[in-house]
Nanobody, 128 residues
Framework: EVQLVESGGGLVQAGGSLRLSCAAS????????IGWFRQAPGKEREGVSY????????YYADSVKGRFTISSDNAKNTVYLQMNSLKPEDTAVYYC?????????????????????WGQGTQVTVSS
């Protein structure tokens, strides 16, 4: 059974930082691009960032470039999202996603259509 387990969400003031973790099990980690989506109340789920776990290439949404950094620890089958300079508009439920056989850029382009597995989500709230 494939599981993606997120952790690290919480409440932070604007300008602060959080680090999300996504621990994957039940899949061959190197075969997947692993990424993060977010969904704010009343809005569609949107892609935030992806990493190609076999090659290390990354891709970011324009809204988070320069503030968020995605990385992976293949020995732990874990992907991290370091979020700095957080803004109130970053408030959302953040979901980990695994997409088989795509590069980071391809997975971002496909969005939800390219996701094979989802995590349960973790809430990030940024207060002003």
């Amino acid at each position: 059974e494939v599981q993606l387990v997120e952790s690290g969400g919480g409440l932070v003031q604007a300008g602060g930082s959080l680090r999300l973790s996504c621990a994957a099990s039940g899949l061959t980690f190197d075969d997947y691009a692993i990424g993060w989506f977010r969904q704010a109340p009343g809005k569609e789920r949107e892609g935030v960032s992806y990493i190609n776990t076999s090659g290390g290439s990354t891709y970011y949404a324009d809204s988070v470039k320069g503030r968020f950094t995605i990385s992976s620890d293949n020995a732990k089958n874990t992907v991290y999202l370091q979020m700095n300079s957080l803004k109130p508009e970053d408030t959302a439920v953040y979901y980990c996603a695994a997409s088989w056989g795509f590069t980071a850029a391809q997975a971002m382009g496909l969005g939800s259509r390219g996701v094979d597995y989802w995590g349960q989500g973790t809430q990030v709230t940024v207060s002003s």
